[in-house]
Structure formats: C-alpha cells, structure tokens
C-alpha cells in the first residue's frame, strides 16, 4: 500500500527523521494561505499522487510571490500525471540545497533482510544513476535480529559523508528511518532526495513509503490512510469473495482453479500470442453464485474480448462445475466469446453438459488457449 509524500512526511517527522515545513492544500486559495503562514520567501508547489516523475511532468514548481503560488497551484491542481489525477497539493518551504543524497530501506527478497541502499547521486535522475553507475550505490544489508546498530548506522553515513558533522546528525536520522520501516511494517522507505543544506545541516525534502498489505491489520492509522486506484479497489473486492485477483492490462479474461494452474495458463496466452487480462484464481468451488461473481469481475474491464476458462477437477468434479457455469451464464448475459476447457474427475459428463450451449469447448489446454488466442486477435482485426 502505498501513501502520499505528506503522509510519509508526517510518518518521518513523528519518528524524529527531519523533514522541511509543509501543508497539503486541496485548492489554490488554501495553497496561498498555507504559503503566508509559512513566512518564507520562496516555497516549492508539489502535487500529491501515487506515482514518481512528478517533477519531469511539471507537477512540482517554485513560487516566490502569493500570485506565483496560486498560480502554481492552478496549474498543478487537476493535471494528469501518468494516470493520476492531482487533488492535492504540498506546499513546502523552499530550501538552500548544498548537495543531494539518495537514502532507503527496502525488503531485500535476496537475502531476505531490510536493505539499506544510499547513493551521493540523489535527486530526479536516481533511476538512470542506478542503470548507467550502479556502482554508485552502496548496499548494507541489515540483520533483522541485530538491526540498525551504532556502528552499521555509522557505516551508512560515512558512505554519503566525509564530514564528522553531517555523519553526527545521519547516524540518529539512519536509526530512526530503520525504526520506522520495521514498527510499520513499511515494505519501503525512502528519501530522495535527503538533503545538505548550506548551513550544514540535514533534511528529508521528499518522502516515500510503501506498506506491507499483508499488516495492515496491525496497522489502522496506516490502512486509514489507503486510497485504493479502480484496479486496486477490483482486486481488494475480488479478496472479500474469496477469490485471488490482479489486473494485467490485456485482452482475454482468465478464470482457473488453483494458482499454479493459473500462472500456467497466462504463459500459455503469451506462447500463443495473445495477452492475459488478469489472474484469476476462484479456488475449488464450482458454486454457481461463485462463478457469477467471478465473471461479473472479469467483465467489468473494458478492455477483455475473449474468456477463457480452465478448471482442472481433481477433487471438484468437471460435471459439478459445467453445472455451474450453465447456472451461472442464465443470469450473466454477455455477447464475449467464451472457451472452456475441462479435464479430471468426470470431465467426460462435464463437456457432454456443455454441448449445444453458448461455450466453445477446447478438446485439450493447448486447444483452448489456441482458441483463446484467436478469437481474441480476431475481434482486434
């Protein structure tokens, strides 16, 4: 789950990481106010999605008059950034930037340890730093049992810093972010850039964290905080039903029983040509009501043209389910092509049921997916 860069700031703040004075503003007159009690000179309009190049789409800009800043804020306000429409705002004071660095701490799937990654190269261009000198990022993997000691703490800092002065103040600020990704369950957290001022001193200027889902439980300040994209909120919907769901953006809608069998069956669209629209594991029901939720769920993306669906029967029988699907298709009307393939206990009596109805049923899953795949590709023609 991931949060705003004024909540992670807010997250930051409460665990004694520095960050710089700021409001979030959800209109330009609120933007200007929340300049004036800042009495500064110059301060930094920065739109608050759920997504990273903002600064290269224009949504971060420096005002230093009120008229600049509302200006700002109009401009920013209701602009579409990869998908993502701005309604808020952040309006910070401006900084005297000495030097950028780049700090976080992330969930290591290779060592299975929190990794503390630290760059000099920090800002806007992090990610081309990482791909073209990547060997300008350091890596410190973190002991969960031991965690972020004085010494490992030191170590990090001496990376980014060569004076005593800006080490003394990132060995606190490294304990701290450590903390704070373990009590939260955060699966990052990240500062880019972390920031030298001209007077020597340090501070967090941007924020980003992403939480572990699977804790959120534990978490109600943090889960309060999720504001779920139409994908997500499908995906969360499709959990409460008992089903295993993600969107993948293509064009044939799968339904399978089990997950193996799922992932198989997406590699198979691809091998063939085609291009997967979701995973989609209904688990070993064949109960009608089941699989008219699943079906409504995979029709309500737009963008699916063909279904496929792929049922195994092991310990659910191939009859029960084409049971089902017959039930289920009375209430679900829909005019997309649907290929079913079954195979397992009773599959014979199970295809025999399908025979004459609205299916196209594949002799074999090779067969289906080839199905599948053009009636897809036939209806993009």
Do not use: W
């Not at 000099?120 to 000198?133: C, F, L, P």
């Not at 060997?135 to 972020?148: L, R, S, T």
């Not at 003394?168 to 957290?189: G, H, M, T, W």
């Amino acid at each position: 789950m991931k949060v705003h860069e004024y909540q992670a700031k807010a997250f930051f703040a409460d665990y004694g990481v520095p960050v710089d004075r700021n409001t979030v503003c959800s209109t330009p007159d609120e933007a200007v106010e929340a300049y004036k009690k800042l009495g500064v000179d110059r301060a930094v309009v920065k739109a608050q999605v759920h997504t990273g190049g903002r600064g290269k789409a224009g949504g971060v800009k420096l005002g230093s008059s009120e008229a600049e800043i509302k200006s700002h804020a109009e401009a920013i306000l209701g602009m579409d950034i990869k998908g993502f429409t701005v309604n808020r705002v952040l309006v910070s004071e401006a900084v005297d930037i000495d030097s950028e660095y780049y700090v976080s701490i992330l969930v290591d799937r290779k060592s299975k340890c929190p990794l503390m990654m630290l760059s000099r190269e920090g800002g806007m261009d992090i990610e081309q730093v990482a791909k073209e000198t990547p060997e300008k990022i350091e890596k410190i993997v973190i002991d969960p049992v031991i965690g972020m000691t004085d010494f490992l703490a030191r170590e990090a800092a001496f990376k980014l810093f060569d004076n005593m002065a800006q080490v003394k103040q990132a060995v606190p600020l490294f304990k701290n972010l450590y903390r704070l990704f373990i009590e939260k369950d955060a699966s990052l957290a990240e500062i880019n850039p972390l920031v030298k001022l001209k007077d020597g001193t340090l501070k967090a200027i941007d924020a980003k964290m992403t939480f572990d889902d699977n804790a959120l439980f534990r978490h109600p300040d943090v889960a309060a905080l999720f504001e779920p994209t139409e994908e997500e909120r499908k995906e969360r919907e499709a959990k409460d039903k008992g089903f295993s769901y993600v969107n993948l953006g293509g064009k044939i809608g799968c339904m399978v029983n089990g997950a193996g069998l799922a992932m198989a069956t997406m590699d198979m669209i691809k091998l063939y040509g085609g291009e997967p629209a979701n995973f989609l594991d209904i688990g070993g029901s064949s109960n009608p009501e089941k699989i008219v939720e699943a079906m409504k769920l995979l029709l309500s993306d737009k963008h699916v043209n063909t279904v496929l669906i792929n049922i195994f029967g092991g310990i659910t029988r191939c009859d029960d389910v084409a049971k089902g699907l017959i039930e289920a298709f009375k209430i679900v009307k829909t005019d997309i092509p649907i290929v079913i393939r079954l195979t397992g206990t009773n599959e014979a009596e199970g295809r025999k049921l399908l025979e004459g109805t609205q299916f196209k049923v594949g002799s074999s899953m090779a067969d289906a997916g080839h199905r599948a795949v053009e009636l897809s590709l036939k209806h993009n023609a």
